[in-house]
């Protein structure tokens, strides 16, 4: 007789094999999540090459198989709720960028509204809104009438408290706005930076040059203690000390790495034979806007080919395109006389994609051979450089030297010894130093570009912060100390009405 019991049994413990999605997609959940192969190998109880092997097209089974099919399945719906969450920005349409102030990260509660709203704060119809409220990202094109009331669904609205010296304010319903480029930020949060100004001071008895001093020399373990502080609750792991690649190691002791950085050193070649006067000017904060930039977050993955993935960053083995414009516009690989390929960083490469693209044309895309990238975001350091640019914003309107000095010295020594430095050890990675330094080349760059544009004479390019022009540049740049704006750093004249002198630098 047939043991129906058994047969039952059998059924019972029968099952579908669960359905897995192609390889492709498994491999690109687990990177959008920037896991290793190792970590989920780990997680499974199998080989990292295992793991290789499924995202290559080889399928498992067994116990194995559902513990798979749960992982990517929860993967895809981590993805999915992060992306409601958080979408990523656009890339900007204006013609220059102004740097970090100006560009709305993957992190900012901005939202683009499909019908012009009431501006919160002086009623007139707004583009977008912050924080699910409608307002003005420009300043400038801000009224200054009585606030209407936000949009139904009403926000949830935070409770009333003072608003910061320079901040724009609450509308008389006791609503919020958030500044373009912040995220909402507690009551009770700690201020790191007054505190250790305070501290200083009251130990050297008011003795400002001694405070400054005692500052300055604790500005590395005190931005990393700010850093550690602006990354709680935040979403993404980052690997503090990853495997480099050869190209990211110095060759000698006292050498340097193969990142070139596309630091300009730029000179316009000729001038009109007549006498002009020039503005050297000093571009503000140039690493602190840097910050912003596209970082790689976990372990750097080699790959080949004629492609670059904008989710991911990192260094790139290009050609780069001829350049036909040094007569009047710096190079954007910067100064380098020698032909063929070298490494680049991630802004260096995504300036050149978007300069030889239809809407600037200047020149044509350069070829990408290997790259050494992982998942990126470009607002990893944001809460970092805001509540720097903060700090440095109050110093300067207050007057306050040893708030300002300290906190150039945080954010400059922490961009200087992220490579391979003695002097902080919390965090090893020079593939950010590299970027950081070339984001801000970028941002100068595009500054020239603006001048130029704008109908400014570019005469020289120099690192991160030196611009000099000819003609009204107040009517493009504003002036001041903030870092969307810009100071003087030297007038000079070159040439003379009788003379075809066309030097281009100050006269000895």
């Known amino acids: 007789m047939t043991d129906f019991g058994a047969i039952d049994a059998l059924l019972a413990g029968a099952r579908k094999e669960v359905a897995l999605p192609s390889a492709e997609e498994r491999r690109t959940l687990r990177e959008e999540l920037n896991l290793s192969r190792a970590q989920l190998a780990q997680a499974l109880g199998v080989s990292p090459s295992t793991v290789g092997g499924w995202e290559s097209g080889r399928d498992p089974s067994g116990e194995v198989r559902e513990k798979y099919a749960y992982f990517l399945k929860g993967a895809k719906t981590k993805l999915a709720v992060e992306a409601a969450e958080d979408a990523p920005p656009e890339e900007p349409e204006d013609d220059v960028l102004e740097g970090a102030e100006q560009s709305i990260g993957r992190d900012d509660d901005v939202d683009v509204l499909a019908v012009p709203q009431p501006c919160v704060l002086c009623g007139q119809p707004a583009r977008h809104q912050v924080a699910g409220f409608p307002q003005h990202l420009d300043p400038a094109e801000c009224g ?39 995220r909402m930020q ?111 977050l976990g372990q750097l993955e080699h790959s080949t080919g ?24 710096p190079n954007p690989i910067g100064s380098r006389d020698e032909p063929g390929p070298l490494w680049v960083t991630e802004p260096t490469l995504r300036l050149l994609l978007r300069i030889s693209g239809p809407k600037y044309g200047l020149c044509d895309p350069p070829e990408v051979h290997e790259s050494w990238t ?35 010295a945080m954010y400059s020594k922490f961009v200087s010894t992220l490579g391979e430095s ?59 100390r903030g870092v969307t704006e810009v100071k003087i750093k030297d007038v000079y004249t070159v040439g003379t009405p009788d003379t075809t002198d066309q030097r281009t630098g100050p006269k000895s």
């Not at 209407?148 to 008389?172: D, I, V």
């Not at 030196?466 to 107040?474: K, N, P, T």
Request: hydrophobic share 35%.
């Open 144 to 182: 200054t009438s009585e606030p209407a009331a936000p949009e139904k669904p009403t926000p949830r609205k935070e409770p009333r408290r003072p608003e910061p010296s320079g901040g724009q304010g609450q509308s008389g319903r006791g609503v919020r706005v958030v500044p373009v480029g912040r």
């Open 186 to 296: 507690t009551a009770d949060a700690p201020d790191l930076i007054g505190s250790a100004v305070e501290a200083a001071l009251a130990e050297h008895c008011g003795d400002a040059e001694a405070a400054t001093k005692a500052l300055v020399k604790r500005a590395i373990p005190d931005a990393m203690a700010l850093l550690d502080h602006s990354r709680k609750g935040g979403r993404y792991e980052v690997v503090a000390h990853p495997w480099l690649p050869d190209v990211l190691r110095k060759q000698s002791s006292r050498g340097a790495d193969q990142i070139w950085e596309a630091r300009p050193k730029w000179a316009r070649p000729e001038l009109p034979p007549r006498e002009h006067e020039v503005t050297a000017l000093d571009i503000n904060g140039a690493y602190l806007s840097a910050l912003k930039t596209h970082l790689p």
């Open 306 to 329: 004629n492609h670059h993935d904008r989710r991911r960053a990192g260094v790139h083995l290009i050609t780069p395109p001829d350049w036909d414009h040094d007569a009047y516009l």
């Open 374 to 408: 992982s998942g990126a975001t470009e607002g990893l350091l944001e809460k970092f450089r805001i509540t720097l640019k903060d700090a440095r914003d109050r110093a300067i309107a207050e007057d306050d030297e040893v708030t300002l000095e300290y906190v150039k």
């Open 422 to 480: 003695n002097y902080n050890r919390e965090l090893y990675r020079t593939d950010w130093m590299h970027l950081i330094r070339s984001q801000a080349f970028a941002n100068l760059w595009w500054k020239a570009h603006r001048a130029y544009d704008e109908g400014l004479m570019v005469v020289r390019a120099m690192g991160t912060d030196e611009l000099h022009v000819i003609g009204d540049w107040r009517a493009v740049f504003p002036e001041g």
